[in-house]
């Protein structure tokens, strides 16, 4: 069954101290790896689609990596305004035409000044 | 260019009630995707539609539907509402190609008491 797990699911930094999310996933095929971050009670806000093992994406102090079983969003020099919950969906190869995106549960990440 | 729009952003209904949430896509989209959020269960899949065909349904009880429109908006119903059924219901537009990236709008937060 595919699906997709994110760690750990709360974090808390210090304004300044980078770190790492980890989105890992089982999918006998991968179309397509997306990020979103969710502010509370609004919808998820994109971030970064990620094709194929080794790509890279950058935006502000945000870095996405990919690998066959597992992407990574990185934070470098967190600020307040970073804090949110970020989402990771797979896309799986098969299953026909369709957009459908399978969900990890997300991490919560405050950053604190 | 305007965002995915979705009406009403709150509704509160009692058990048994039906409700009809609306969703404007982007301009140009033509796929629509709903998804249920909940604390418990995260982000699910209900359905998409791509030019006013379902394209794919989740795992819910057909009490829960949906249709899409010439001009691309969508509607989905649930019918005799369980408590269950809050949370809150996002709905995503895309172009309508595999892996495409999807845009959210901001959700109707359903409270069924």
């Known amino acids: 069954e595919d699906q997709v797990t994110q760690s750990p699911e709360a974090l808390r930094l210090q304004e300044g101290e980078s770190s790492s999310l980890n989105c890992s996933y089982t999918?006998?095929?991968?179309?397509?790896l997306f990020w979103y971050r969710q502010d509370p009670g609004k919808g998820p806000e994109f971030l970064f689609t990620?094709?194929?093992a080794g790509e890279e994406k950058e935006k502000e102090r945000l870095k996405a990596t990919l690998t066959k079983k597992e992407s990574f969003l990185h934070i470098t020099a967190p600020k307040p305004e970073d804090s949110a919950t970020y989402l990771c969906?797979?896309?799986?190869?098969?299953?026909?035409?369709?957009?459908?995106?399978?969900f990890g549960t997300g991490t919560l990440l405050a950053v604190q000044p | 260019k305007a965002g995915v729009t979705q009406t009403p952003r709150y509704l509160i209904k009692t058990r048994g009630q039906q409700v009809t949430l609306s969703c404007s896509p982007i301009s140009g989209h033509r796929s629509v995707s709903w998804y249920q959020q909940t604390p418990g269960q995260g982000l699910q899949f209900l359905f998409e539609?791509?030019?006013?065909?379902?394209?794919n349904k989740g795992n819910f009880p057909g009490r829960f539907s949906g249709r899409q429109f010439s001009n691309s908006r969508s509607e989905m119903n649930v019918s005799t509402l369980e408590l269950g059924d809050s949370a809150l219901y996002l709905c995503a537009s895309s172009r309508g190609g595999n892996a495409e990236t999807q845009y959210f709008g901001p959700g109707t937060r359903l409270l069924v008491l």
């Open positions: 990620l094709y194929s």
């Open positions: 539609y791509f030019s006013e065909t379902q394209r």
């Open positions: 999918v006998s095929g991968l179309r397509g």
């Open positions: 969906a797979i896309r799986p190869l098969f299953g026909g035409a369709t957009n459908k995106l399978i």
